[in-house]
């Protein structure tokens, strides 16, 4: 698989942080029903590596990908707990040497010209745009599209159901990244149900 792929499976890649083991396969169960297929798992929290592999064994048709990836040791403990792509706030060879040793797709992040540059160089041209409102939102996103036309943004940070639309249109994003799929005090209510219609809402944004 290639970080490419999970393009054709829907316009939002929601950004979850699991705090209970529990929630993982409910909350996955409920995006799925709403169109939802790829699923990015933060290592943000000490359940994340268990609810990816819980996840990922019983949920075969879910995608599901590790993020905040920081070092190669975050990168091994996500293959093996079945992740088949990472997501990085930012972009080091160390770790994109270690994503290419693991088989471990990459979807790196990059917040300027530099940081995109270096990710090429490394043979990564669709890149994670984080945090993506702080760090210019839509008009640095247009300034980068005038040097790097190759280049295919995945914007991810501060992005709402309203602004969505409005990065999609965009010439170089393909897809963006949300949290507000998962709000924290819908997963802490178990409000699956709220879920799955956040889901179906996403899935239905239109692409430029």
Request: hydrophobic share 50%.
């Amino acid at each position: 698989m290639k970080t490419t792929d999970l393009i054709v499976h829907g316009p939002v890649i929601p950004v979850i942080v699991l705090h209970r083991e529990a929630d993982a396969v409910p909350m996955a169960e409920a995006l799925l029903a709403g169109g939802v297929r790829v699923l990015e798992i933060t290592l943000r929290t000490p359940a994340a590596l268990a609810c990816m592999e819980a996840i990922a064994k019983a949920l075969p048709e879910a995608i599901v990908g590790a993020g905040t990836l920081r070092s190669p040791a975050d990168v091994r403990a996500a293959r093996d707990a079945g992740c088949v792509f990472g997501v990085s706030p930012g972009y080091t060879a160390a770790v994109g040497q270690a994503c290419r040793d693991a088989g471990l797709p990459l979807l790196p992040g990059v917040a300027t010209a530099s940081e995109v540059m270096a990710a090429q160089a490394d043979g990564l041209d669709f890149l994670k745009f984080f945090p993506a409102t702080a760090a210019g939102g839509i008009p640095m996103l247009k300034a980068l599209g005038g040097p790097f036309p190759d280049v295919r943004f995945c914007p991810t940070g501060g992005i709402t159901p309203a602004t969505a639309p409005d990065f999609l249109a965009l010439d170089n994003v393909v897809v963006c990244g949300g949290s507000w799929l998962t709000p924290a005090d819908v997963m802490a209510s178990g409000d699956w149900a709220r879920i799955t219609r956040l889901a179906r809402e996403a899935s239905a944004l239109a692409r430029g």
